[in-house]
């Protein structure tokens, strides 16, 4: 018997009946001022700083970066669909999400493995319920998944200087801070993980070219995730 054909085909199927859930479970309660608020938002960039109305929303904290571009992308559509449409583009980024978890647990273990998970992750009620609604934890789950894939491929390639992972790592890091400044706490674990990578790694490198590529690199990140 084949698991990883039977896991596969249970994923399709889970997958299938989110896209389906999506398209009738109808607007959250929270999902027209999410809408608006962003909309608000983007009025304000339309308008050069001029309209101000989406100070009266109070959400300072979230920036609103992935809300913003799906405000944009379902409001080009009817206003009868306005939620269908975005259930749809929050699915997406949910599966694009279980592809990193699939590519994170397959590094750290098995083709096998990383099946089972992203199959635990659908039969989740509380992330299969999640997925097409939310417009911030699903954002920032996607943010850290990503950050830890990108991560441990630049610790792997940290010697061989492609600033490819650099590059990705940043602008991962800003989609994530972008839809909600409380990302950077999840950050965290990576920072310290990366402290003791550094640590260890020093006593092997050449010295100064190895405190060059770190400030270069941190200086990459940086500007990358202000500017998204």
Known sequence: M????????LIILFSLFGLYCSLVIG????EPFTNNNALA??????SF?????YLKYNDFHNPGFYEVILAF???????????EIRHIVNLILTFITL???FFVTKICFDKKISLLVVLFCLINPFFFGMMSITVR?????????????????????????????TIYLGLIIGFGLGSRLGFLVNLLPLFFGLIYFLFIYQNESKGKDFYVKIIK????????????
């Open 137 to 165: 934890d699903m954002p920032i789950c996607f943010a850290y998944i990503w950050s830890v894939y990108f991560f441990i491929k630049y610790i792997k390639n940290f010697s061989k200087n492609k600033i490819k992972f």
């Open 27 to 30: 607007s959250s309660w929270d």
């Open 99 to 101: 592809l990193g978890v």
């Open 2 to 9: 084949n698991y990883n054909k039977i896991t596969i085909s």
């Open 217 to 228: 690199d941190t200086l990459i990140i940086f500007l990358l995730s202000s500017a998204v």
């Open 49 to 53: 700083g001029k309209n101000l109305d």
């Open 41 to 46: 938002k983007i009025n304000f960039i339309k």
């Open 73 to 83: 992308i379902s409001n080009q559509f009817s206003k009868l669909f306005v939620y």
